[in-house]
């Protein structure tokens, strides 16, 4: 429960707590369907090397906590974002601040 007895998804929220979850994120909004590898070099592009097997864990936690699907593509696994986990998040923040209506 967050504030006003409104239920959210505590597992969203600690997903995307850390930032190398947020960036993996943010690469697949990018592109979807990339690969461990894909990823892993992305996050060593963008100055987050890691091992894979520490790449594998964060791409797990997204998962778990729906924000990504994984599909199974001959002896690889593309990853897929799924957004839609962050409609509770995306409400809750607009009750916090909601939309500034432009003056005429």
């Avoid at 594998?56 to 001959?74: F, I, Q, Y």
């Avoid at 839609?84 to 607009?94: N, P």
Wanted: with cysteine; glycine share 6%.
């Amino acid at each position: 429960m967050v504030a006003y007895g409104v239920p959210m998804d505590e597992e969203v929220f600690r997903a995307i707590a850390d930032p190398v979850r947020r960036l993996l994120l943010e690469q697949l909004a990018l592109r979807n369907d990339q690969t461990l590898f894909e990823l892993c070099v992305r996050l060593t592009t963008a100055g987050r090397g890691m091992s894979r097997q520490a790449v594998s864990k964060h791409l797990a936690v997204l998962e778990d906590a729906g924000l990504l699907t994984t599909r199974a593509d001959g002896r690889t696994t593309l990853h897929h974002l799924d957004p839609s986990a962050l409609g509770g998040v995306r409400d809750w923040i607009d009750r916090l601040a909601p939309p500034i209506k432009e003056e005429r």
